[in-house]
């Protein structure tokens, strides 16, 4: 499908700069963008590549110059590209339907225009709310509930009892309501703890690829609307993320932890058991946030233990001055025992 420059300008509320009725087929990338195509630039160094592309058309920051390009000046250019994004490429949307290879309980509660595909499960008492998609192999445990418009992609299961809110999307091969890892030890060997719970993932939420989010021990582990994971999560029993917090790549929380609102966990950060995080926080990449820990709201902490960002600095800039302050102090230990030995020669005389 394509849309004139005017047509995008509208849809994302810029201001044009040259030919408005410059007909664009698709976005890319500067690197790769073509006469009939879109694309951005946001920084000094964009600018510079954008008015050396081969893009037709560029959204920029308002102030930005290019007279041999048409140009859609906007505010907040990258939110700009990304809704032209979408308009060029709307979310693919799967035949509603059954596919025949699909087993669904008696007993399960099907909305209007939802897609099940093959080899999909859907067991007892489950309800699946309207225009939810389904895809290949995806296994929906007792009583669980998906609400309207949400995609489940193929190979995802999900244990019994989970509640799954509307618009919410979830990436293949994710499990959702294991057990909680919970044991205590007796007579030399460990004894599993029940997990009585569930898992609550409210609106908007989106779960990555292989992700792994286990049930509560009681109660729920809740993760709150408009949260999103990336791949190979892994969020442990009775744990809460709060809503639009961004978990990244390898992140794992352990039991009991409070995530709050919009905080950032980057990648590789491990979450010890009954940590809390305060709003707005962010936590840089590979930290350790350590067990009872509690990181203030709007804090940017870094290392292990997770400190903030400029305290973790000094110290490793301290600790880099530590060989020379090694070498230092050799020296002045020798000077020290040649001043001692001068001493003691000095007080045997004849």
């Given at each position: 499908?394509?849309?004139?420059?005017?047509?995008?300008?509208?849809?994302?509320?810029?201001?044009?700069?040259?030919?408005?009725?410059?007909?664009?087929?698709?976005?890319?990338?500067?690197?790769?963008?073509?006469?009939?195509?879109?694309?951005?630039?946001?920084?000094?160094?964009?600018?510079?590549?954008?008015?050396?592309?081969?893009?037709?058309?560029?959204?920029?920051?308002?102030?930005?110059?290019?007279?041999?390009?048409?140009?859609?000046?906007?505010?907040?250019?990258?939110?700009?590209?990304?809704?032209?994004?979408?308009?060029?490429?709307?979310?693919?949307?799967?035949?509603?339907?059954?596919?025949?290879?699909?087993?669904?309980?008696?007993?399960?509660?099907?909305?209007?225009?939802?897609?099940?595909?093959?080899?999909?499960?859907?067991?007892?008492?489950?309800?699946?709310?309207?225009?939810?998609?389904?895809?290949?192999?995806?296994?929906?445990?007792?009583?669980v509930q998906i609400g309207e418009g949400s995609v489940i992609h193929p190979n995802v299961t999900l244990y019994h009892d989970i509640m799954i809110g509307s618009r919410v999307v979830i990436h293949g091969g994710t499990v959702i309501g294991a057990d909680g890892f919970g044991f205590v030890f007796e007579g030399g060997r460990q004894l599993k703890v029940p997990q009585l719970g569930n898992v609550v993932i409210e609106d908007d939420?989106?779960?990555?690829?292989?992700?792994?989010?286990?049930?509560?021990?009681?109660?729920?582990?809740?993760?709150?609307?408009?949260?999103?994971?990336?791949?190979?999560?892994?969020?442990?029993?009775?744990?809460?993320?709060?809503?639009?917090?961004?978990?990244?790549?390898?992140?794992?929380?352990?039991?009991?932890?409070?995530?709050?609102?919009?905080?950032?966990?980057?990648?590789?950060?491990?979450?010890?058991?009954?940590?809390?995080?305060?709003?707005?926080?962010?936590?840089?990449?590979?930290?350790?946030?350590?067990?009872?820990?509690?990181?203030?709201?709007?804090?940017?902490?870094?290392?292990?233990?997770?400190?903030?960002?400029?305290?973790?600095?000094?110290?490793?800039?301290?600790?880099?001055?530590?060989?020379?302050?090694?070498?230092?102090?050799?020296?002045?230990?020798?000077?020290?025992?040649?001043?001692?030995?001068?001493?003691?020669?000095?007080?045997?005389?004849?």
């Amino acid at each position: 499908m394509s849309y004139t420059v005017a047509d995008i300008a509208r849809e994302v509320g810029g201001q044009v700069v040259g030919d408005p009725a410059l007909l664009l087929q698709t976005v890319n990338s500067l690197e790769l963008a073509r006469p009939d195509e879109l694309s951005f630039a946001t920084s000094p160094k964009h600018f510079k590549d954008a008015l050396g592309s081969n893009a037709g058309c560029v959204i920029a920051p308002r102030g930005f110059a290019c007279p041999a390009k048409t140009v859609i000046l906007h505010d907040q250019p990258k939110v700009a590209f990304v809704k032209a994004m979408w308009l060029f490429h709307p979310d693919r949307v799967s035949a509603a339907g059954i596919h025949p290879s699909a087993v669904v309980e008696a007993s399960a509660t099907v909305g209007r225009e939802v897609s099940i595909g093959p080899h999909a499960v859907i067991g007892k008492d489950a309800r699946i709310g309207d225009r939810a998609r389904l895809g290949s192999g995806v296994v929906v445990g007792e009583r669980v509930q998906i609400g309207e418009g949400s995609v489940i992609h193929p190979n995802v299961t999900l244990y019994h009892d989970i509640m799954i809110g509307s618009r919410v999307v979830i990436h293949g091969g994710t499990v959702i309501g294991a057990d909680g890892f919970g044991f205590v030890f007796e007579g030399g060997r460990q004894l599993k703890v029940p997990q009585l719970g569930n898992v609550v993932i409210e609106d908007d939420v989106e779960i990555g690829a292989n992700c792994t989010i286990d049930r509560a021990t009681f109660g729920s582990t809740v993760i709150k609307r408009g949260a999103k994971t990336d791949n190979l999560v892994h969020i442990a029993h009775n744990v809460i993320v709060g809503e639009h917090s961004l978990l990244v790549a390898q992140v794992g929380i352990a039991g009991s932890s409070k995530i709050g609102s919009h905080v950032t966990l980057a990648g590789q950060v491990g979450v010890a058991d009954n940590a809390t995080i305060g709003d707005y926080a962010t936590v840089a990449g590979q930290s350790g946030v350590v067990s009872g820990q509690r990181i203030e709201s709007h804090q940017t902490v870094w290392g292990l233990p997770a400190r903030p960002l400029e305290e973790t600095k000094r110290q490793l800039a301290s600790l880099a001055l530590l060989p020379k302050l090694l070498e230092r102090l050799h020296k002045l230990e020798e000077r020290l025992e040649a001043l001692e030995d001068a001493l003691r020669h000095s007080k045997v005389g004849p």
